[in-house]
């Protein structure tokens, strides 16, 4: 552990001192190694849930459960929060004002400082179909180009080593930086998002206006045949329908799950009366076919 941090705390050569932070360790694999980086780093920390016990690994905390951290950072006045997940390969953050900056926020606000740094490859980002409509186009505005994967991180990874692209990753906060890592990692995620904080002195809501989160809605459709929904015509003329309807100001995803009988439909739109419609509409025709 202490090899490891070292490594980071190297890495990034941060002053935090004038950051009051609260972290969530989620009682799994950061509750040593994330304390002891931010200690070192001189940060005003707070630790809650780092106290495992083999049994309590995500258990109303970390990054799967964000309404208890969200409620202390805006009820204490932490300028941010910070929730790693178990394995601690994932990170989330709160705003000053307990709004969750989720994945594609961060991706954003890191991609755009890197790309100012020259730090960014190619000019490139890597992530999957799962990440906000919203983030490609501000993406697109600040002429960072923007490749897409199917769902999970190796298959972003795989995408980054084939290409030479050195940063991409997932909504979910796990984000892969080869500049300082070969996989995820949560807490060196952390030190890269208050790296930007740091050097330009923006709030963490401030930096997180970079893009603007189109609504997103996501309906699980349980189906008996997995195998019939490349031939169910109706499905895909009915998406074919809805995607013309709305043109460049909203996406559809239909796909099937890789680890359950289900079909997973995702729609994102300008606004969410028009996101739920479109996505009630195809989970019908699904669930008809």
Not at 6 to 24: A, G, H, K, W
Not at 115 to 138: R, Y
Request: net charge negative; charged share 25%.
């Amino acid at each position: 552990v202490e090899t490891y941090v070292d490594n980071l705390v190297t890495r990034f050569d941060l002053e935090l001192s004038r950051f009051r932070i609260l972290i969530d360790c989620a009682n799994g694999a950061t509750f040593r190694s994330s304390p002891m980086a931010f200690n070192r780093l001189g940060a005003d920390l707070t630790v809650i849930n780092a106290d495992p016990d083999g049994f309590n690994l995500n258990d109303d905390c970390g990054s799967t459960h964000m309404r208890r951290l969200q409620e202390m950072v805006r009820a204490d006045g932490y300028d941010l929060g910070l929730a790693y997940d178990g394995d601690g390969d994932r990170v989330l953050a709160v705003d000053a004002g307990g709004e969750l900056v989720d994945g594609d926020f961060i991706m954003a606000i890191c991609a755009n400082y890197l790309k100012q740094q020259g730090k960014l490859p190619l000019n490139t980002i890597v992530t999957t179909v799962m990440t906000n409509l919203g983030f490609h186009l501000a993406m697109k505005e600040l002429g960072i180009e923007v490749r897409t994967t199917d769902v999970g991180d190796r298959y972003v990874l795989e995408d980054m080593l084939a290409g030479g692209f050195g940063f991409g990753g997932e909504q979910s906060g796990h984000l892969i930086n080869l500049e300082t890592g070969t996989t995820g990692d949560g807490l060196g995620t952390s030190l890269l998002l208050l790296e930007v904080m740091a050097r330009s002195g923006a709030t963490l809501a401030e930096l997180a206006r970079v893009m603007t989160r189109l609504p997103q809605k996501l309906v699980n459709v349980r189906i008996e045949n997995m195998r019939g929904l490349e031939e169910a015509a109706g499905i895909w003329e009915k998406i074919d329908e809805e995607t013309g309807q709305l043109g460049d100001s909203g996406r559809i995803l239909v796909r099937p799950s890789g680890t359950e009988p289900v079909v997973r439909v995702m729609v994102e739109a300008t606004t969410a009366e028009l996101c739920d419609g479109v996505c009630d509409r195809i989970v019908a025709v699904v669930e008809q076919s």
